[in-house]
């Protein structure tokens, strides 16, 4: 089964620095990766998916950036964050080949911007 | 595009009370469904999915789930609840052929001993 590596667990960063979040995927190829944000009370926001090397595709205009430059690699990325970027933030993948739709989850990355 | 309602954001219980969560969605076409569990501290990870045939599903740890066409809803079930189901529970649903899925705001399960 598909093991998903994120890191760090924990972030506190000062409004204006740079961001750069790490998902690394194990036990499967090709997999189409995703990042999302997780609001208290408002579910998995979808930012970013990938479905291969260097192909991401942007679900909502804000702050942040995404890059996959590896098949099991997935990017979040900020050049200035501001306090609206604090949140859980989570990784995620799937391997279509073998269960569509289905998704492997993070442990996620808590932001703290202040 | 598609949205996901679940109903009951906070749903507190005691031990061996039944629990329902709700779980309604838009798209009216072929549909791919799902509930998700996050337990305290733990990964987000897959409590059971419906994709066809039977449209009552059997999931991990004594969960059910009922896909009823007509009323847009997947609705997840136990009949008996314990301490350790204490989570937070999100409906997701596929929608119209596409790999990515819409999920609901999620709810919060605390289950009393």
């Known amino acids: 089964s598909q093991t998903i590596h994120q890191w760090p667990a924990t972030l506190v960063q000062p409004v204006g620095s740079p961001l750069s979040l790490e998902c690394t995927v194990e036990g499967t190829s090709n997999p189409n990766l995703y990042w999302y944000r997780q609001a208290a009370g408002r579910g998995l926001q979808l930012l970013f998916y990938?479905?291969?090397?260097?192909?991401i595709s942007s679900e909502v205009p804000q702050n942040l950036s995404a890059s996959r430059p590896q098949d099991r690699q997935f990017i979040l990325s900020s050049k200035k964050l501001l306090l609206s970027d604090s949140g859980f933030y989570l990784c995620a993948a799937e391997d279509p080949a073998i269960a569509k739709n289905i998704q492997y989850f993070g442990a996620g990355t808590r932001l703290s911007v202040l | 595009a598609q949205s996901v309602s679940q109903h009951n954001h906070h749903v507190i219980l005691s031990e061996a009370a039944s629990l329902e969560l709700g779980c309604n969605y838009s798209?009216?076409?072929?549909?791919?469904l799902f509930w998700y569990v996050q337990y305290p501290g733990q990964h987000l990870q897959l409590l059971l999915k419906?994709?066809?045939?039977?449209?009552l599903v059997k999931g991990i740890k004594g969960f059910e789930a009922e896909f009823i066409k007509s009323k847009f809803s997947f609705n997840l079930r136990k009949p008996s609840v314990q301490w350790s189901d204490t989570a937070e529970y999100f409906c997701?649903?596929?929608?119209?052929?596409?790999?990515?899925?819409?999920f609901g705001r999620g709810t919060s399960l605390i289950v009393h001993p």
């Open positions: 997701a649903v596929a929608s119209g052929g596409s790999y990515i899925p819409t």
């Open positions: 798209y009216g076409g072929t549909v791919n």
């Open positions: 990938s479905v291969g090397i260097g192909q």
């Open positions: 419906y994709f066809s045939g039977d449209p």
